[in-house]
């Protein structure tokens, strides 16, 4: 490793974005991401770790060869440096834009010590919409059908990660998705203004370039089960997610224009809602909402809210500010665009008009305690402490499970108390030939632990169909834990 001594670039180069004004007036996109020359000079920041120590790849879930492909990038390589990324990595525009990267490979990168950690998301967004822009794309060798079929139920980041590397081996490899569109989260949860539908296309047709078959609207469970996929298909993977909300047991929580997140996040960004009536799908457009949650999904709808058009967002957290589980990036993001945060409260009752519409949501105060299994600190109410904030809408962004109604056909496919799927450290479930991975398997995590896994199971399956080995036993590994 060199430090290049006083050449060393202390200062990121900074990223444009729009300024809120602006932004929250549309739903494009919020950063618009370097030059080749902004980027060519943050890259020539890297101090080129020698790849078998580089702390950012031990930190990147799919292990992504950062260094090199930072050397290509400043030497203006680009289309080298998409095809290192894509040797782990086949979603960089989107990985580029949403991965948590200040708590993964950025977190560990060694210039932190001397100056700023090198920008890698922001550079590996760059190379993505670089190349999608001047139609570069990696030259990808399939090889020779090895005559092995595979089913992949779910088109979400672990799918699609398991699909593509099992490909890329030369096996067939059938998705199937229960939406009318694939991608998952990223395309009916994750709004436009952070992550473009357009990008995901895109970076999907790089799958069926290399004969990945995507199947929509087959709910496996009920359009087809999975003992049908286990007749036809050599082994199936399991990449079903967690989108099933988690609601409040409190009084007045049907009220009239209290959605769950993933109802609200689906009609405005699968369904386009905010285009209504061009789109056929309405939502509600409120004056005051309170959003409930500290998280990604709060930070979405909140944002999303302020966009259609609602003069007063509240973000209400029973936590602090610290212990927000949302991106870092997005909650300054959503706090720049005028969204007014309210912590350590907790909502106890909601308030309905005569119309039976809500009309207030009545909260309590909370202190922190004891750290819980978590480890978080366990909020704890401040009896008589109630107050009321007036609302005409609320959006419950509290966290999201796994479907335990879709496999009940097969009883034998074992989960957890909270409905993750079990498996062992090989992504085997209880079922022979059955694979999962994704969320799951760990419960709401983020796309690049879903694509980690998607990556690690296709590498089991694939020896799984060579040798026909499965143990006689599924020892649980708790994935989850790793969150
Ligand atoms: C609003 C929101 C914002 C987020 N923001 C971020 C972020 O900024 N950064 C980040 O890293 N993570 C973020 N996350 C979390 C991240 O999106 C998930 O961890 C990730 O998408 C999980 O990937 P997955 O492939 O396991 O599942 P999913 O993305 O949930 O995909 C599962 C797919 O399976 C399909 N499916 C389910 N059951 C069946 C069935 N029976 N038959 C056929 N298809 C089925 C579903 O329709 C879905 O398309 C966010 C999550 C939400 C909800
Ligand atoms: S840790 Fe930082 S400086 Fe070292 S190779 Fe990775 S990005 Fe470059």
Redesign the pocket.
């Known amino acids: 490793m060199s430090t290049g001594g006083s050449r060393v670039k202390k200062k990121r180069v900074p990223v444009p974005r729009r300024e809120p004004a602006e932004r929250i007036r549309d739903f494009n996109e919020v950063v618009l991401g370097y030059t080749l020359e902004q980027a060519m000079e943050e890259a020539s920041r890297c101090l080129q770790c020698p790849l078998n120590f580089a702390p950012c790849v031990k930190g990147c879930p799919v292990h992504v060869n950062i260094p090199g492909f930072l050397r290509k990038l400043r030497e203006g390589d680009v289309k080298g440096a998409l095809e290192i990324i894509m040797e782990t990595n086949p979603l960089p525009g989107i990985t580029g834009r949403?991965?948590?990267q200040e708590e993964q490979c950025e977190r560990n990168c060694i210039m932190g010590r001397i100056g700023d950690r090198i920008n890698i998301g922001k550079l590996e967004r760059f190379v993505a919409d670089y190349a999608r822009k001047h139609g570069i794309r990696p030259e990808v060798k399939i090889p020779p059908s090895t005559g092995k079929k595979i089913a992949i139920?779910?088109?979400?980041?672990?799918?699609?990660t398991a699909a593509a590397e099992l490909r890329k081996m030369g096996h067939e490899v059938r998705v199937?998705?229960?939406?009318h569109e694939?991608?998952?989260?990223?395309?009916?949860?994750?709004p436009e203004f952070?992550l473009p539908k357009e990008i995901v296309r895109y970076e999907l047709e790089y799958l069926s370039k290399i004969g990945v078959e995507i199947l929509t609207d087959?709910?496996?469970?009920?359009t087809l089960s999975l003992r049908d996929l286990l007749t036809e298909y050599d082994a199936v993977f399991l990449?079903?997610?967690?989108?099933t909300p988690n609601f409040l047991n409190i009084p007045g929580v049907n009220c009239l224009n209290i959605y769950s997140?993933?109802e609200f996040?689906t009609r405005v960004n699968l369904m386009k809602a905010y285009l209504f009536p061009e789109y056929d799908t309405p939502i509600k457009k409120p004056n005051r909402v309170a959003v409930i949650g500290g998280?990604?999904?709060a930070m979405?709808?909140a944002r999303s809210a302020l966009r259609l058009g609602s003069r007063e967002v509240y973000v209400l957290y029973r936590r602090t500010k610290e212990l927000m589980t949302a991106?870092q990036e997005?909650v300054e993001n959503a706090e720049e665009e005028g969204v007014k945060f309210m912590f350590l409260v907790s909502p106890v009752e909601f308030v309905c008009d005569d119309k039976g519409r809500v009309k207030a949501v009545r909260l309590i105060k909370m202190r922190l305690g004891e750290p819980g299994r978590d480890g978080r600190p366990r909020p704890i109410p401040i009896p008589g402490s109630e107050f009321e904030l007036e609302v005409d809408a609320v959006i419950i962004?509290i966290g999201?499970t796994p479907?335990r109604i879709?496999?009940k056909d097969i009883p034998e496919l074992k989960l957890t108390e909270k409905g993750t799927i079990v498996v062992d450290e090989k992504y085997r479930t209880t079922v022979k030939g059955v694979f999962a991975?994704?969320?799951?398997i760990r419960g709401?995590?983020?796309?690049?632990?879903?694509m980690g896994?998607?990556w690690k199971a296709a590498r089991s399956i694939d020896e799984y169909l060579k040798t026909g080995e499965w143990p006689p036993e599924i020892k649980p590994h708790d994935f989850e834990a790793e969150n």
Do not use: H, M, W
């Open positions: 949403v991965c948590p139920v779910g088109s979400g980041p672990a799918g699609l199937f998705e229960a939406l694939p991608g998952g989260v990223l395309v009916y949860g994750i952070r087959v709910v496996v469970g009920k990449g079903t997610g967690a989108g997140a993933n996040l998280g990604n999904t979405d709808a991106r997005e962004a999201q479907n879709l496999f991975g994704g969320d799951a709401e995590s983020t796309v690049v632990k879903a896994d998607g």
